[in-house]
């Protein structure tokens, strides 16, 4: 078992429409997490951190954390085209430097 | 405004011969990462580096090695660069345990 696992997409969405990440990790003691955002061929941008169950929203974004079950999702309200890039999604163990990421996944907002 | 800047953005090499990456941040940051990316396996790290005087390994830090200037340089060194070092290279800072990795704007490395 990875880590911390995403499906690697692409998922397509339309214009408008709320698309939904998901990811999932192994490390029960983890205690950060955070969701970037990749253009190809681009450095990952930081979308959203989040710590405590539940959700954080921030514009567009929320980002919905389940300790228990042990994944962290990111919805992305009105879809637009230019949001069509690779997601990633990154987690800390507890007291640790290490920072695991998934491999992502690809989004395709269709106009 | 790139806060975290690596030098040089694409670079074409051969096998064989050393080379150095280098990053500068004007962040104030005492952390500093190098990631490799390559499609399909995700970012992984290389080194770290928490202070001037602290290096640590990585995950896959064979053949390269690290250099912390300054609290603002970190500079990674492929020793003898191999094909299978062709990848798109990160340097990456952040402020504390538990805070969000803040990335440069990436080098791609083709060896030949």
């Known amino acids: 078992q990875k880590e911390v696992e995403q499906n690697s997409g692409p998922l397509s969405v339309p214009e408008g429409a709320i698309a939904s990440l998901n990811c999932t990790y192994s490390?029960?003691?983890?205690?950060?997490f955070f969701w970037y955002r990749q253009y190809s061929g681009k450095s990952p941008e930081l979308i959203m951190s989040?710590?405590?169950?539940g959700d954080k929203e921030d514009g567009r974004f929320t980002a919905q954390l389940n300790k228990a079950s042990q994944y962290v999702s990111l919805l992305i309200r009105d879809s637009q085209p230019s949001d069509s890039a690779t997601y990633l999604c990154?987690?800390?163990?507890?007291?640790?430097?290490?920072?695991?990421f998934g491999t992502g996944t690809r989004l395709k907002v269709l106009a | 405004d790139a806060d975290v800047t690596q030098t040089p953005r694409n670079r074409i090499t051969k096998t064989g011969k050393r080379i150095m990456l280098e990053c500068s941040q004007t962040?104030?940051?005492?952390?500093m990462y190098w990631y490799r990316q390559d499609p399909g396996l995700g970012l992984r790290l290389i080194y770290y580096?928490?202070?001037?005087?602290?290096?640590n390994k990585g995950e896959i830090s064979d053949g390269y090695s690290v250099s912390r200037q300054a609290q603002a340089k970190f500079s990674l060194s492929l020793e003898s660069a191999i094909p299978n070092q062709t990848a798109l290279y990160f340097c990456?800072?952040?402020?504390?345990?538990?805070?969000?990795?803040?990335f440069g704007n990436g080098t791609r490395l083709t060896v030949t």
């Open positions: 990456a800072t952040s402020e504390a345990n538990n805070s969000p990795l803040h």
């Open positions: 490390d029960r003691g983890s205690q950060s």
């Open positions: 989040i710590y405590s169950n």
């Open positions: 990154a987690v800390q163990g507890s007291g640790t430097y290490k920072y695991i």
């Open positions: 962040k104030g940051h005492d952390r």
């Open positions: 580096s928490f202070d001037v005087k602290d290096i």
